[in-house]
């Protein structure tokens, strides 16, 4: 079972930018659809973007559009999430997940088989 490690959370000021990494161990992300989620306090867990298997096509919701950005470095086998002009409402706990040979179109219903713990992301001034 492989293992995931998200990092770089933390506390900014509206209009600020952060840079969430989520790094595998025991398997190889190239080989699997990346998914960052996220879970604000007393709200369900929300999809926030997807990079696909293999070819790594994006996918964003639609309120990171423009602001977020999703990648992958195959040489150091992690995942980024680039997040810019963050605001108050992007405040939550953000997590990465992993799905096997996975495209993620509608990736907020794919059945991901590893989830990291999650990092702490606050925005307020």
């Known amino acids: 079972q492989g293992q995931l490690v998200e990092s770089g959370g933390g506390s900014v000021q509206p209009g600020g930018s952060l840079r969430l990494s989520c790094a595998a161990s025991?398997?190889?992300?190239?080989?699997?659809?990346v998914g960052w989620f996220r879970q604000a306090p007393g709200k369900e867990r929300e999809g926030v973007s997807c990079i696909s298997a293999h070819d790594g096509s994006e996918y964003y919701v639609d309120f990171v559009k423009g602001r977020f950005t999703i990648s992958r470095d195959n040489a150091k086998n992690t995942v980024y999430l680039q997040m810019n002009s963050l605001q108050p409402e992007d405040t939550a706990v953000y997590y990465c997940?992993?799905?096997?040979?996975?495209?993620?179109?509608?990736?907020?219903?794919?059945?991901?088989?590893?989830w990291g713990q999650g990092t702490q992301v606050t925005v307020s001034s």
């Open positions: 025991g398997l190889t992300l190239q080989n699997y659809g």
């Open positions: 997940a992993a799905a096997y040979q996975a495209m993620c179109v509608m990736f907020w219903n794919l059945d991901f088989d590893s």
